[in-house]
């Protein structure tokens, strides 16, 4: 992707300039993506992003530069500009006189795609789109079904001053549907979507009929369901996406990101029981084809399987090159980034709550009344104060330890080191789904997980 | 080649080919430097540019852009754009018949000063913030900047061009007192480096999460609501969709067909204004190369107008607003710019719960019907004073029902700014609100 003189030169340059630690990040991207709106085509865009990313360290102080400019005066300029916004401040190195002797690697393609996205034309596309559309319209009430459909390729090389030179390359493709039902005045909607690093297997792994129907009939329920009610119960949270409680309640407090900084509430706890004996909480990055995973992380270094939490007990931040500079924690493979404009932070990648053994109609047996979460939205943390909220695509009430009548429109909200004490049991249905997690470097794909999980007390955000 | 020869290349490979293509180029600038135990910890400097078109080919509409700006790049990015172009079924798209619009440098001398100040600004931020003994841990205290030189060329005559910058101040902080906790995260911007104040800017990020520690839990029920400008800001951004023409004539907002009914309180008049001198987010012109100007959205209560750019006004039958709104990476869309709600006469106290800040707008609101369920922060209060602070709990409505039920609106307009769009409003007060709690 760049001649290795040139960056050799890069890294030279900066560490002749006094840096203690230099890395070059370099990134191509394709991207398409193609919206279809009631069987037709809207929009249908592609595009190429080209950049480079120079990160400099002085000690723990960093200096970050991006551009377009790959050329060689290009980024020999956007180096020595840093190296002058240091002043010289470091430690002179004349060692730093290039000609790097680099350890080469090269991804193994654990997670190449089967079926490559030059295989298919792109009309093959808008016809599995359709086929979403035609799914999601379940009922007369479904008046309007919009689908989306991304496909990334990413090629990634991360060359650094210690002589790594790591490429990797990502593809991922994404099904997103969102159906709209309406019946006398009164309008829900229902969404359902699936993503994966593959290529257009995807249709096969998850049949755009099924991913139609399934956003239909959430909008044809949420049309029959009433408010929600106000007030803090016992709540039972569904599988897959469901986990996206635990990474806003959880995972972004075990990021290195805040801990370093003791700006997460759970900052220097390892070893101490953290959460109730029934979590135990993985970050994984090899899982093969999913969404979150690459095999190197975005500072070159191999991704791993990292357990967090294990029975309760923290075993684990996520580490980045910087944050393991501050705390001494060994780095774990999550320095990630949304592209070559950011520099990279501590990240989640698959993040997921382990299997349990409570059997499924136990865990609704426990609750008389209380919410039962079956489909979720996004969520959003304060790591310092641990206050988290997500809110609810689809839920039910529990009456009597049964799923009864649907509610609409609720949001959870609780503090996070509280709601993870307050798991009661955990069931072993485990499933994953994919999401976009927004941080200090941007939006990532990430997968979050979980079997059904059972809370004995969130604030429940409905109508009062 | 520059981004200049660029657009001519690509206009001219369109014209050779007898299709109508519309360039808009980039150029965005970023300067962040973050201090963290008053010493510079990270800066970030950069450019980032990329070149995008719009084809029409027998009325069908196709997008492509390119970072790279080789001819190889950009003849891929016209084949990709006319390929994308056949998928459409629709034959009706077309390029807006535009003229010349002289350029505007909206930056000037506004971002100017030197890097050692820019940093001292950020070490001066965090140096205050740290003052206060509640002050526990700084995250992230930084300066930053953002430049972006936009230029807009279509076959059909558009040829437009500004440049603009803004600047800032951000923290987040964690703040303790006994065993409560709260974490800030604040940024407050500026059209030129000169304005920006950062100890007072400090104080007023420490006094906004100060206040609410020590929270007690909040019973559930209804509450007459006074919801801050912070907060109030970030849900009417949340819920500007509903003017986008766009998402009106996909049948997609619940203001569709409402021209000229009464869909908020009288005391309610929002407005978009990208030519207002102070705001954050002005612009000559929008992604068609359209001059922007003035449009009165609601007018006390009444709906009068949506957002609207060339493709949605000839869909509706009504005039361009001039709100096509695009980065080289996208498609064009429709976005406000300086968007507000007009101050009013001001606001007392008397009973009910102050929302500070409201959190989760992303997962809890719903463009399609209005509805919101959100997390919320605030104070409690009573006998017409503030009594003490209140946590964990979520406010629920519908937005249209909340404009309704304003009785009372703020006579200071405070900004809020992100992805190159403003939202200014005041302080308002609600009737009633449904607060969720213990």
Not at chain 1, 244 to 259: M, N, Q, R, Y
Not at chain 2, 74 to 93: C, F, V, Y
Not at chain 2, 359 to 365: F, I
Request: hydrophobic share 40%.
């Amino acid at each position: 992707m760049l001649a290795e003189t040139l960056v050799s030169d890069v890294l030279a340059r900066a560490v002749r300039g006094g840096a203690s630690f230099a890395e070059v990040y370099v990134e191509r991207w394709k991207r398409r993506q193609l919206r279809v709106l009631n069987n037709d085509v809207k929009e249908a865009t592609s595009g190429l992003e080209n950049g480079a990313g120079v990160r400099l360290f002085y000690g723990t102080e960093v200096a970050y530069a991006y551009t377009n400019d790959l050329t060689h005066e290009g980024l020999l300029d956007v180096t020595d500009n840093l190296v002058r916004v240091k002043g010289q401040a470091g430690k002179v190195d004349p060692k730093g006189r290039g000609g790097l002797d680099f350890r080469k690697t090269a991804s193994r393609g654990l997670h190449d795609p089967k079926v490559p996205f030059e295989e298919h034309p792109k009309p093959y596309r808008v016809e599995r789109l359709r086929e979403a559309d035609a799914g999601a319209r379940v009922a007369p009430e479904i008046r309007q079904v919009e689908s989306y459909l991304q496909e990334w390729e990413q090629d990634v090389l991360v060359a650094n001053s210690e002589g790594a030179w790591v490429e990797d390359r990502r593809v991922r493709t994404r099904l997103y549907v969102n159906a709209i039902a309406q019946e006398n005045g009164a309008v829900q909607t229902g969404t359902a979507w699936e993503g994966l690093s593959v290529g257009l297997e995807l249709f096969d792994r998850f049949p755009p009929r099924e991913v139609g129907k399934r956003a239909g009939g959430q909008a044809l329920t949420n049309l029959r369901a009433r408010p929600a009610p106000a007030g803090t119960f016992p709540v039972v949270i569904g599988n897959a996406f469901g986990g996206v409680i635990f990474h806003e309640a959880l995972g972004h407090l075990l990021e290195t990101t805040s801990v370093a900084k003791k700006a997460s509430v759970l900052s220097d706890m390892l070893g101490e029981e953290i959460a109730s004996p029934a979590v135990t909480y993985i970050d994984d990055g090899t899982t093969a084809h999913a969404w979150g995973s690459s095999e190197f992380d975005d500072e070159g270094a191999p991704t791993r399987r990292t357990v967090l939490i294990e029975r309760g007990i923290l075993k684990s931040y996520m580490v980045d090159r910087w944050g393991s500079l501050l705390t001494g924690y060994k780095v774990t493979g999550s320095g990630r980034r949304q592209d070559y404009t950011f520099a990279p932070t501590s990240r989640m990648r698959n993040t997921f709550i382990a299997a349990g053994e409570t059997p499924l109609d136990q865990l609704f047996a426990q609750v008389e009344f209380g919410l039962y979460t079956k489909e979720m939205r996004g969520g959003q943390v304060k790591p310092g104060s641990g206050e988290y909220n997500f809110g609810v695509q689809e839920a039910y009430l529990i009456r009597n330890g049964q799923i009864a009548e649907p509610v609409r429109g609720a949001m959870l909200v609780g503090k996070g080191p509280e709601t993870i004490r307050r798991v009661v049991a955990v069931s072993s249905d485990l499933s994953t789904a994919s999401g976009m997690c927004g941080s200090l470097s941007g939006s990532i794909p990430t997968e979050v997980g979980q079997p059904h999980v059972l809370v004995s007390a969130i604030v429940v955000g409905g109508e009062a | 080649m520059t981004q200049e020869e660029g657009r001519r290349y690509v206009l001219a490979r369109a014209k050779e080919r007898g299709i109508a293509a519309e360039v808009l180029t980039e150029m965005g600038r970023e300067l962040t430097a973050r201090s963290h135990q008053r010493k510079l910890e990270q800066i970030t400097q950069a450019v980032r540019g990329g070149i995008g078109v719009r084809v029409v080919v027998d009325g069908r509409v196709g997008y492509a852009y390119s970072e790279e700006l080789s001819s190889a790049a950009l003849d891929w990015m016209l084949q990709e754009a006319t390929d994308n172009s056949s998928l459409q079924a629709e034959a009706s798209g077309f390029l807006p018949k535009s003229t010349a619009v002289t350029r505007k440098d909206m930056v000037g001398d506004s971002l100017r000063g030197s890097l050692e100040a820019k940093v001292q600004m950020a070490i001066g931020l965090e140096g205050t913030i740290r003052e206060d003994p509640r002050v526990k841990q700084v995250l992230f205290a930084s300066y930053a900047e953002r430049e972006w030189d936009v230029a807009v060329t279509s076959t059909e005559g558009a040829d437009g061009s500004y440049r603009r910058g803004i600047a800032g101040l951000m923290a987040s902080m964690v703040m303790a007192e006994g065993e409560s906790r709260k974490q800030g995260w604040d940024d407050e911007w500026a059209t030129s480096v000169a304005t920006l104040e950062p100890g007072r800017t400090a104080l007023e990020f420490t006094e906004r999460t100060g206040r609410l520690l020590g929270a007690k839990p909040l019973t559930t029920g209804r509450y007459r609501a006074y919801i801050e400008p912070k907060a109030f800001g970030s849900i009417l951004a949340a819920f500007t969709p509903l003017w986008n023409s766009k998402n009106v004539v996909e049948r997609k907002s619940p203001l569709a067909d409402r021209i000229g009914e009464t869909i908020a309180s009288s005391l309610v008049t929002i407005v978009d204004d990208p030519t207002l001198p102070e705001g954050l987010a002005g612009r000559p012109i929008d992604a068609e190369g359209t001059p922007g100007r003035r449009t009165v959205l609601v007018d006390r209560g009444v709906l009068r107008s949506y957002l609207t750019n060339s493709e949605t006004a000839r869909a509706l039958g009504v005039e361009n607003t001039g709100h096509a709104w695009r980065s080289y990476r996208g498609i064009v869309w429709v976005a406000p710019s300086n968007f507000f709600m007009a101050p009013g006469a001001g606001v007392t106290l008397s009973e009910g719960v102050i929302v500070a800040e409201v959190l989760g707008l992303h997962a809890g609101t719903n463009t399609v019907t209005g509805d919101f369920s959100v997390q919320a922060l605030g104070l409690k209060v009573e006998d017409g004073r503030v009594a003490y602070p209140v946590e964990n709990f979520a406010i629920a409505g519908n937005f249209l029902s909340l404009l309704k039920d304003i009785t009372a609106v703020g006579n200071e307009l405070k900004w809020e700014y992100g992805m190159r769009m403003a939202y200014g409003t005041p302080m308002v007060e609600v009737r009633e609100l449904s607060f969720a709690g213990a």
